[in-house]
T-cell receptor, first 113, second 111 residues
Framework: DAMVIQNPRYQVTQFGKPVTLSCSQT?????MYWYQQKSSQAPKLLFH???????NEADTPDNFQSRRPNTSFCFLDIRSPGLGDAAMYLC????????????FGPGTRLTVT | GNSVTQMEGPVTLSEEAFLTINCTYT??????LFWYVQYPGEGLQLLLK?????DKGSNKGFEATYRKETTSFHLEKGSVQVSDSAVYFC??????????FGTGTRLQVTL
């Protein structure tokens, strides 16, 4: 089945130690998104790629970076994780355009110790 | 800008009760509307969608109708089950392929 895959499902990192979360998709969608979700809150968009075009949200901290080396893969890099970065990170994809839904992966739960 | 307002939870119902979760929106143009469901520890799953006024989205017994005159997209189910316990997010698409989410409504169904 076509899907959005996130690895790992659970990630523990130390305060200040760089960490990378990965997302892959078999849907061949043009757009890939990264969201941060904290407990009992709606997902917060960090950035997205429309093909190779990177679109950063204005309030996304510089500590968060992303790479999309090809259509299928997208990475979230947290350069110096703080305790406040502990959250669920969700990857999503979309065909693109205003009418189309987004398809979400299962998420990566990040713990910062 | 776009915004989505959902009723606050948690909503606690007995099994087989009728469910309504209210959702209203503010948007320019003609957005598409969605309901997503999130089970504990999981990502979001698309539950249903509607792309134009008066469309009814439906899936797994859930329904919602796109009401442009009242800018609403209320989620309903005639008979909930324990397995429906989850957080439900109302959302709309705006420009640049982005979703605007409501704050989410937690549903707890008991036997």
């Amino acid at each position: 089945d076509a899907m959005v895959i996130q690895n790992p499902r659970y990630q523990v990192t130390q305060f200040g130690k760089p960490v990378t979360l990965s997302c892959s998709q078999t849907l061949n969608h043009n757009v890939m998104y990264w969201y941060q979700q904290k407990s009992s809150q709606a997902p917060k968009l960090l950035f997205h790629y429309y093909d190779k075009d990177f679109n950063n949200e204005a309030d996304t901290p510089d500590n968060f970076q992303s790479r999309r080396p090809n259509t299928s893969f997208c990475f979230l890099d947290i350069r110096s994780p703080g305790l406040g970065d502990a959250a669920m990170y969700l990857c999503a994809t979309s065909i693109g355009g205003d009418s189309y839904e987004q398809y979400f992966g299962p998420g990566t739960r990040l713990t910062v110790t | 800008g776009n915004s989505v307002t959902q009723m606050e939870g948690p909503v606690t119902l007995s099994e087989e009760a009728f469910l309504t979760i209210n959702c209203t929106y503010t948007a320019t143009g003609y957005p598409s509307l969605f309901w997503y469901v999130q089970y504990p520890g999981e990502g979001l799953q698309l539950l249903l969608k509607a792309t134009k006024a008066d469309d009814k989205g439906s899936n797994k017994g859930f329904e919602a109708t796109y009401r442009k005159e009242t800018t609403s997209f209320h989620l309903e189910k005639g008979s909930v089950q324990v397995s429906d316990s989850a957080v439900y997010f109302c959302a709309l698409t705006g420009t640049a392929s982005k979703l605007t989410f409501g704050t989410g409504t937690r549903l707890q169904v008991t036997l």
